[in-house]
């Protein structure tokens, strides 16, 4: 890397706050959006409730992620296992 | 036209790739994309029916068969085909280009066949050439994956043939109907042994849970170009089958809902970006065996528009990855990062795949998917709607985030390779074009599906639910990457089903191989020490100083006879 090189639009501090402030406030309005609207055509009881996939979509992202974690341990290993007999 | 017709879709593929070696080694990439420009010309003009019935060996056997289920799947194998070969159109390797074109053919031949042997004619070809691709890199590592692939589709191939000539030798036919029947969900008591033995034969090929290896093992192992190749047809020719043979097995629902979740695990903590797409590959076969197990017509319309969909954007996501192994020489995230800087094309086109098949409205993934769990809604299926949503989060974190995210940001590793090849640049905008194409102009593709749609994904409830999924898994990932959770890639080899054959049974039968020569050398020495101890003792009696071979004196024996005959005489008088 050029010592002289510009950081890049993605790489600046403030634009990154930038997209994640963006992402909050997308966030924030989905979920408002679930107080003015509610969805006619219920296949579950669970549809109903209050932004049902958006708490589900965040609590499922973590549970798996933790799931990768606790299974680091058990199946990683060294990069040349396979090596020569496999 | 009816004569060419009668041969299998495809076969221009597979006798032009025979052809190919007398093609001057500059122009066999561009002859591979004329063949299938070619091929898919004559498909498309090609009226649906029934061709090339021919009496072979006592069997009416129906070569080909395009109807509303094989048209979808033989277009997009020809798309496929095609983007494939634009990819690849750098690349001076005989053996690539015939494998690669010979490997089309014989899946497109395959996804057109009317009966079980012409199927598995064509299964077995697309085993015996995709191996090439994997081959063709040219190291250990990559020969001994390859044989491990070819064992095992080979070995499908032949529960096929097996299953093909039992229900010959049962019904009298070697049609390649449904084996389920008509009569809604079926388990698998329900299906006959011919056909517990095809969906063996369609299960392994379609990376079922625990015979799903051989796809992380060998894809990411195969060529840069090659892996762009095998990703678009094995799989989908599978899900084709399935589909066409077991709609409405209800076993396949767990088993596809298993599919879904456990590649998203491994996902998480895999290193080598080509073997996450792998894994990923696997969860979103998952989404379509689903749908197949549901079976109703709107299960099957997603299915297929699922597979048309995923071939385009799981292609898109393997070319640009590939590209960066092109241009870096690894996959691995440890080594990445930071190249949107130099690759800046590239970035574009992996996150537009990444918005695709993680299902974001406007691109095709949506479009897709959404069909899939409305089906799994309208039938009451609780668990298997919470599954498949849990899925789709899984898919957002391993293809939507991790891909791009470590390939072309991260933290800056110094990398600053080329842009990619025109040629793989125009490919991959290609590719992406369909994404987005197929996410706005969605009539088009739902007019290809096999059962009238009665289906619309942009409605309000469809839009919104979707991005707070994924909008929100998006924000845990901030979250989890801001509180130092997210875990850290690291250079590792992550342990799957493969360990059983490469470690643990050939250590198993080294341990087994190990005892019976320790049994068989203590069995040795004990007989050794017997017939020894047996000798000495016999020479100790026998040889000329011993007891019963040596020479007695005459006193001895005169004592002895006398003594022999006073014992005789007394008992006599007594």
Not at chain 2, 65 to 72: E, K, T, V, W
Not at chain 2, 185 to 203: K, N, Q, T
Not at chain 2, 429 to 434: D, E, L, P, T, W
Not at chain 2, 472 to 497: C, H, N, Q, S
Request: charged content about 10%; proline content about 4%.
């Amino acid at each position: 890397m050029n010592d002289s090189e510009q950081p890049s639009f993605f790489e600046r501090p403030r634009n990154v706050r930038m997209m994640i402030l963006g992402l909050v406030c997308v966030c924030a309005g989905l979920a408002v959006t679930d107080l003015v609207y509610t969805n006619p055509h219920p296949h579950f009881a669970i549809e109903s409730s209050f932004a049902f996939q958006a708490w589900f979509g965040f609590l499922a992202f973590v549970i798996i992620v933790f799931l990768g974690r606790c299974m680091r341990p058990l199946v990683s290993r060294k990069e040349d296992y396979y090596d020569g007999d496999g | 036209m009816t004569a060419m017709a009668d041969l299998p879709p495809g076969w221009i593929m597979v006798l032009g790739g025979v052809l190919l070696p007398f093609v001057h080694k500059r122009f066999q990439a561009w002859a591979v994309l004329g063949l299938s420009i070619a091929s898919a010309a004559l498909f498309i003009t090609t009226p649906a029916g029934e061709y090339g019935n021919i009496h072979l060996l006592g069997n009416d056997l129906t070569m080909v068969r395009i109807d509303p289920l094989s048209r979808p799947f033989g277009l997009v194998f020809h798309l496929a085909a095609i983007v494939s070969a634009i990819y690849a159109l750098h690349v001076r390797d005989t053996r690539q280009h015939m494998a690669a074109v010979m490997y089309a053919g014989a899946a497109i031949g395959a996804a057109c066949a009317g009966d079980l042997m012409t199927l598995f004619v064509f299964w077995e070809l697309t085993a015996l050439t995709s191996v090439f691709l994997v081959w063709a890199s040219k190291n250990e590592s990559s020969y001994r994956a390859g044989m491990r692939y070819l064992i095992i589709q080979v070995g499908s191939g032949v529960l096929l043939l097996s299953g093909a000539i039992m229900q010959y030798d049962v019904t009298g036919s070697l049609r390649f109907d449904s084996f389920v029947g008509d009569g809604g969900m079926a388990s698998l008591a329900d299906l006959s042994w011919p056909g517990r033995l095809v969906l063996a034969a369609f299960g392994i090929k379609c990376a079922f849970p625990l015979m799903h290896n051989w796809l992380q093992d060998s894809y990411p192992k195969a060529t840069v170009t090659g892996t762009v190749f095998l990703s678009a047809f094995t799989t989908k020719l599978a899900i084709y089958a399935l589909a066409r043979g077991f709609a409405g097995l209800e076993p396949l629902i767990v088993i596809g809902c298993v599919m879904t979740m456990f590649p998203i695990v491994f996902a998480v903590i895999e290193n080598d970006l080509r073997r996450v797409l792998a894994y990923s590959l696997n969860n979103q076969l998952g989404f379509m065996v689903v749908g197949i197990g549901i079976g109703t017509e709107l299960a099957i319309n997603g299915t297929v528009a699922h597979a048309f969909c995923h071939i385009i954007y799981k292609s898109l996501l393997f070319m640009s990855v590939g590209a960066v192994l092109f241009r870096v020489g690894t996959a691995k995230a440890t080594e990445l990062g930071g190249l949107h800087k130099s690759m800046p094309w590239t970035t574009g086109f992996c996150m537009i795949g990444a918005g695709a098949i993680s299902g974001f409205p406007l691109l095709s993934g949506f479009v897709s998917k959404s069909m899939i769990l409305s089906a799994a809604g309208e039938q009451h299926l609780l668990w298997v709607w919470v599954v498949l949503l849990i899925a789709s989060a899984g898919v957002m974190e391993h293809s939507g985030i991790k891909i791009p995210f470590f390939a072309f940001f991260a933290h800056d590793s110094g990398k600053r390779p080329a842009e990619a090849p025109s040629n793989m640049l125009i490919a991959m905008g290609i590719a992406a074009s369909g994404c987005i194409g197929i996410g706005i102009a969605y009539p088009l593709l739902y007019a290809l599906l096999p059962h009238p749609v009665d289906y619309h994904p942009y409605t309000v409830t469809h839009v919104v639910t979707q991005l707070q999924l994924l909008l929100y898994a998006m924000l845990a990932f901030v979250f989890l990457v801001r509180i130092g959770w997210y875990p850290e890639e690291k250079r590792a080899e992550v342990l799957d089903t493969d360990w059983v054959y490469r470690k643990w049974l050939p250590a198993w039968i080294v341990r087994l191989a190990n005892s019976v020569s320790t049994i068989d050398r203590a069995l040795r020495s004990a007989g050794s020490k017997v017939i020894t101890l047996f000798l000495q003792k016999t020479e100790l009696y026998f040889g000329e100083t011993g007891f019963f071979g040596g020479t007695w004196s005459t006193n001895t024996m005169a004592f002895w006879a006398t003594l022999l005959l006073g014992t005789s005489l007394l008992v006599y008088y007594l």
